[in-house]
């Protein structure tokens, strides 16, 4: 299935605790355990359920064919700004456009729930999520030429419309 198009895809909101969001949750603590070590398991249960919530928060999942491909979420940083976490494609689904497709419906459901602008960080050791932010017009609140690994999390934001 890699490198098909994401065609007919069903855009979700959901709740973190249903589990159609298990995959997200289980393989996003895997890669980022993977990738920052057992401490990492920390990121994923940082925020209450109830953070993901509407009308303040959102969690929504790209499903194809029923099953969940990609997902993210965004939770209130403070009342202007949503801040973007939780942002996950299946390792069987990747580069297919699914991770901007979750972006573009995210931003889209900010705007509709009034913010203004999205913050978000990622981590110094994704550099394919550092490339998709940069793509999608976000303005890194880093110095690009720095090692990522020096700066920790690597912020981002964009004000929208």
């Not at 030429?145 to 929208?160: N, Q, R, S, W, Y």
Request: aromatic share 8%.
């Amino acid at each position: 299935m890699s490198g098909a198009p994401a065609l007919g895809i069903e855009v979700r909101r959901t709740g973190i605790d249903d589990p159609l969001a298990e995959p997200l949750v289980r393989e996003l603590t895997e890669e980022y355990v993977r990738r920052y070590g057992p401490g990492a398991y920390e990121e994923m249960t940082r925020y209450p359920a109830d953070s993901w919530a509407e009308p303040h928060g959102l969690l929504l999942l790209l499903l194809e064919d029923g099953e969940p491909v990609a997902g993210g979420a965004y939770r209130r940083y403070d009342a202007r700004t949503a801040e973007l976490k939780r942002m996950w494609t299946s390792s069987a689904h990747r580069r297919r456009g699914l991770a901007s497709r979750v972006l573009a419906e995210l931003e889209r459901a900010a705007d509709a729930a009034g913010y203004r602008r999205i913050y978000l960080t990622t981590g110094p050791r994704q550099p394919e999520a550092k490339a998709l932010y940069l793509a999608a017009g976000y303005t890194p609140l880093f110095d690009l030429t720095a090692d990522p690994e020096a700066v920790g999390p690597l912020p981002f934001e964009k004000h929208l419309p």
